[in-house]
């Protein structure tokens, strides 16, 4: 079975940023595809960052040149740098890693990011 638990969201000021991470439990970490969503209130789920095994990236547009998605393989962690983060960046971030061997997705329990001033 496959864990996933975010950390580092919080409150930050408009034009900062903040740093996710994401352990993810389980063997073959290193041929995951790892991705991070977010929620915003009223609004659907949405992908944010995407990242393939292979060190491929695909950001949606709102957070191209803002946002970074990257991996460390030696501790099973994915990353979201966020960075000029907006009033709009505001929501709950989910983590999810694709396993290829189960075919099966995974998902954590989210952590909160609220920009405000």
């Known amino acids: 079975q496959v864990q996933l638990v975010e950390s580092g969201g919080g409150l930050v000021q408009p034009g900062r940023s903040l740093r996710l991470s994401c352990e993810v439990s389980?063997?073959?970490?290193?041929?995951?595809?790892l991705g991070w969503y977010r929620q915003a209130p009223g609004k659907e789920r949405e992908l944010v960052a995407g990242?393939?095994?292979?060190?491929?990236?695909d950001y949606a547009d709102s957070v191209k040149g803002r946002f970074t998605i990257s991996r460390d393989n030696a501790r099973n962690t994915v990353f979201l740098q966020m960075n000029s983060l907006k009033f709009e960046d505001t929501a709950v971030y989910y983590c999810t890693a694709y396993e290829p061997a189960s075919g099966r997705n995974y998902w954590g329990n989210g952590t909160l990011v609220t920009v405000s001033s």
């Open positions: 389980g063997r073959n970490f290193v041929s995951f595809r």
């Open positions: 990242m393939t095994s292979g060190n491929r990236r």
